[in-house]
């Protein structure tokens, strides 16, 4: 995790779905392809839809973990 | 990506709150998964296009069995209850940070949605174009069919 700098957050805690995800849509665009952007939920959906979303649009999720709640998710912009 | 997009196709035919919100969230998050997506609205769904109408956009607690709301059938037809049923449930999305009708419309247009206006329905309940929103573009049956023909993930809502 040390190589990996956090180009941009996304504070996306306290929403329901599917605005997490429709924001990611639009900070992934906000950071050039490579860097790697950090979204925070708390939305427990969260986990299987960032994992559906990375599969459909190619980019890397490169981490995610969970604590208190909070869930957290570092997604590598690929294109 | 240079390959192909995957493609899904709504229908969306009503304008309560029910019937609102599926077709709206499921074509923005499709749009953000990088799908080609079309709605087709139709039938009272094609309220939904209608210039400032999504705020209006109601519930009726008459026949809505599951509402959690502590009266009988009979009661949710009397006048005013349609009005209370919607402050409530709007009150409870907001609290759950849902996002607006509105919001999602503007997403789904800057995503570059397509938005079928069902001409049939437009002579039936005799519906201007000047009285829909921008962007909207005309199409019938066959435009449907044609475009969900190739789609990977049809639905009618």
Known sequence: ?79 | MSEKKKRIAIIASKADIPGAYPPLLLATTAAAMDYEVSIFFTFFGLNLLKKKKLKKVKITPAGETAMPMPIPQVVGMLPGMTAMATKMMKSWMKKANVATLQELMDIAIESGVELIACEMTKSVMRIKDKQLIDGCTPGGAATFLEYASEAEITLFI
């Not at chain 1, 427990?44 to 890397?60: I, L, M, R």
């Open chain 1, 1 to 79: 995790m040390s190589n990996i700098k956090i180009a941009k957050t996304l504070d996306a805690r306290n929403l329901s779905c599917p605005l997490p995800i429709l924001k990611t849509k639009k900070a992934i665009a906000e950071i050039g392809i490579g860097d790697f952007l950090e979204i925070l939920a708390t939305d427990p959906g969260s986990e299987s839809d960032f994992q559906a979303w990375t599969k459909s649009t190619g980019h890397e999720l490169a981490d995610h973990s969970q604590d208190g709640g909070i869930y957290r998710y570092i997604i590598k912009r690929t294109k």
